[in-house]
């Protein structure tokens, strides 16, 4: 079975940090940029940050720049979101997404959203 889940969610006050994890199982991650997108209640979903093949190239929302690092390990087939200085606007469900890039669009990522693979979520709340 091909899936993608997500773990490292939580409560946790502003200002401070969680590192989410996205971890591959099923399938190898070598072909795939890696995107995280989030929804809060009420709003549309929106593109977080994405990594590409190689892990040399990343994006990220203008809301989320300076505070959030993606990272990959492709040995360990898992990526990460480091979120650091948290904020209430950035409690949502956090979705990680597996987009097929093939062996040569490998330093380039988008975030549009038009993913391959899905995992479920992980809740994260930001509160005092």
């Known amino acids: 079975q091909l899936q993608l889940v997500e773990s490292g969610g939580g409560l946790v006050q502003p200002g401070g940090s969680l590192r989410l994890s996205c971890a591959a199982s099923?399938?190898?991650?070598?072909?795939?940029?890696i995107g995280w997108f989030r929804q809060a209640p009420g709003k549309e979903r929106e593109g977080v940050s994405c990594i590409s093949i190689d892990g040399n190239n990343t994006n990220y929302a203008n809301s989320v720049k300076g505070r959030f690092t993606i990272s990959r390990d492709n040995a360990k087939n898992t990526v990460y979101l480091q979120m650091n200085s948290l904020k209430p606007e950035d409690t949502a469900i956090y979705y990680c997404?597996?987009?097929?890039?093939?062996?040569?669009?490998?330093?380039?990522?988008?975030?549009?959203?038009?993913?391959?693979?899905w995992g479920q979520g992980t809740q994260v709340t930001v509160s005092s």
């Open positions: 099923g399938f190898t991650l070598d072909y795939y940029a």
């Open positions: 997404a597996a987009d097929w890039r093939g062996p040569i669009l490998t330093r380039s990522c988008v975030l549009s959203g038009n993913n391959d693979y």
